[in-house]
């Protein structure tokens, strides 16, 4: 469930954050190890897992080309940072910086009413009331009132929104991975209630197998520790336990030669230990407790020795941490198995909240139903409307058709038609007729 990388410049939090920090040269043993190669350009900034994190680092992008803001950079307290001192310095940016970063913010407001208008497409056709303040609190790293130009305020708000979302990524995690744990008991459960009482027990019995199996690993060493780095020094850099130095360790695992451990490179020293613990090809072990193990003793070293909250362990940090006592005695570490995600309360909450979506969606689904069923009715009377129609269509058409082939006939003289004559006033024979007031003579008889 990794969902970023890790970070590549000092104080990347505070403008997660515009630092552009030069590698720091560090003293190497060369008798032990190469030196790496310089490196003049300065790392590409990672991943940050945030929703505006192409934004975030295109914008960090064009301000570290303007040598005004690079030089107020290095000369700022990380704390003003946060506080936003250095967003100031924008009115002092070249013309050219401005004008992108004008067109990055045009693009950026672009892309959010876009998803805007997406969001609320799926939730009123779904039903559902669109909550538009909740929906334009995901945008507060920008001032979208102004959707033109890039001013102070907006990169004030970049500075506070990312390192704000950057502080809260590992509670928010921890609730993520919470869930993951309690749906999978849940469907562990609901599997349980289909199966009879025999088939039941032999799924409990292994399932309690697993469990077990899976907690019998090798003793794990504290993140971190001395006992921890020995073994990597030992087994991946294939060096004498016995010649073990911090300064060179540091050095060789600080792959991209910044001068500090991101947590990138942090997370990649405790492979070794969670090898230990999992394996992709046993049944027992979960691959995405496994990660969640790695992010746990990436954040237990953070907290640890990261004393200036950069989510950068730099060499003097790394220095002083390998004086102290937790550094040479250790206590072993208690693995995701040794402390559970939940307690029953928790999962049954979890439950009854699900059983009640699952009520909700059992309702949609009925008015859906009777929705479709609706549709499908008045479809049948407007196919049965549109039957009709056609029907009378076609025999006003048949009507037309035979009057028509009539006045064609009478025209031809195929059918004549006889003239008519008054009844009153003829008589049978003749062939004209008698003006009236006449009378003809009765025949005389001889």
Not at 70 to 99: P, Y
Request: proline letters at 4%; charged letters at 40%.
């Amino acid at each position: 469930m990794r969902k970023r990388g890790g970070v590549d410049y000092c104080c990347w939090l505070a403008l997660c954050l515009l630092v552009c920090v030069e590698a720091v040269p560090i003293a190497v043993d060369k008798t032990k190890v190469s030196p790496p190669q310089e490196n003049l350009d300065p790392p590409k900034s990672a991943e940050t897992g945030l929703h505006y994190d192409r934004y975030l680092r295109e914008v960090i992008d064009f301000l570290e080309k303007d040598k005004h803001f690079r030089e107020k950079l290095h000369n700022t307290d990380l704390e003003d940072i946060k506080q936003g001192k250095l967003a100031k310095e924008l009115d002092f940016v070249s013309h050219h910086v401005r004008t992108k970063l004008d067109e990055l913010k045009r693009q950026e407001v672009s892309r959010l009413r876009m998803l805007i208008r997406a969001k609320q497409d799926v939730e009123g056709g779904k039903g559902m009331s669109v909550d538009h303040q909740t929906l334009l609190k995901q945008f507060e790293y920008l001032n979208h009132m102004n959707p033109h130009t890039f001013e102070v305020e907006d990169l004030d708000r970049l500075i506070k929104s990312a390192t704000n979302d950057l502080e809260n990524y590992d509670k928010e995690r921890h609730e993520e991975f919470k869930r993951y744990e309690m749906m999978k008991e849940h469907e562990r459960r609901e599997h349980l209630k289909t199966l009879d009482e025999e088939a039941r027990k032999k799924e409990e019995e292994h399932y309690e197998e697993m469990k077990k199996k899976h907690a019998d690993h090798p003793k794990i060493n504290h993140p971190g520790s001395q006992d921890q780095l020995k073994e990597v020094w030992e087994e991946t850099d294939h060096l004498d336990p016995d010649d073990f130095d911090p300064k060179t360790f540091f050095n060789l695992h600080d792959t991209n030669g910044d001068g500090y451990f991101d947590e990138q490179e942090l997370e990649a020293l405790f492979t070794k230990e969670l090898e230990k613990i999992y394996d992709p090809t046993h049944e027992e072990d979960d691959m995405v407790e496994m990660e969640e193990e790695r992010l746990r003793m990436r954040e237990h070293v953070m907290n640890e020795v990261d004393t200036n909250k950069d989510r950068l362990v730099s060499l003097d940090e790394f220095m002083v941490a390998t004086k102290r006592k937790e550094f040479l005695e250790s206590d072993p570490w208690e693995t995701l198995d040794q402390n559970e995600a939940y307690t029953e309360e928790e999962m049954r909450e979890f439950e009854a909240h699900l059983a009640q979506e699952e009520n909700t969606l059992a309702q949609k689904t009925v008015d859906l139903q009777k929705q479709k069923e609706e549709l499908e009715r008045q479809q049948e009377e407007l196919n049965a409307q549109r039957l009709q129609l056609q029907q009378a269509v076609e025999h006003m058409e048949k009507i037309k058709s035979q009057k028509s082939e009539l006045q064609a006939d009478v025209k031809g003289g195929a059918i004549s038609v006889p003239p008519v004559q008054e009844s009153i006033g003829v008589l049978p024979g003749d062939s004209q007729p008698i003006p009236p007031g006449h009378q003809q003579d009765s025949p005389v008889h001889s």
